[in-house]
């Protein structure tokens, strides 16, 4: 597990963006072009915890992030 400071600076083409829910358990991941899109190239750890809602149960701000 890997902690970054943003997306932009710690995400080449090949990483992956991790999430895990604490309420759940359930994984996702996004590709770096994916997490640039949808979250931008400056989004840190904190504000794509925030973001986050989990597809499996639904929380909110409950994901870990890591790439
Ligand atoms: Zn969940």
Same mark, same amino acid.
């Given at each position: 597990?890997?902690?970054? !400071?943003?997306?932009?600076?710690?995400?080449?083409?090949?990483?992956?963006?991790?999430? !895990?829910?604490?309420?759940?358990?359930?994984?996702?991941?996004?590709? @770096? @072009?994916? @997490?640039? @899109?949808?979250?931008?190239?400056? %989004?840190?750890?904190?504000?794509?915890?925030?973001?986050?809602?989990?597809? %499996?149960?639904?929380?909110?701000?409950?994901?870990?992030?890591?790439?």
């Amino acid at each position: 597990m890997t902690m970054f !400071q943003n997306l932009h600076r710690s995400m080449s083409g090949s990483h992956t963006l991790k999430f !895990q829910c604490e309420a759940c358990g359930h994984r996702a991941a996004l590709t @770096a @072009a994916e @997490a640039r @899109a949808s979250c931008g190239p400056d %989004a840190t750890p904190m504000d794509i915890r925030r973001r986050a809602r989990c597809k %499996a149960c639904g929380a909110e701000a409950r994901a870990r992030v890591w790439i």
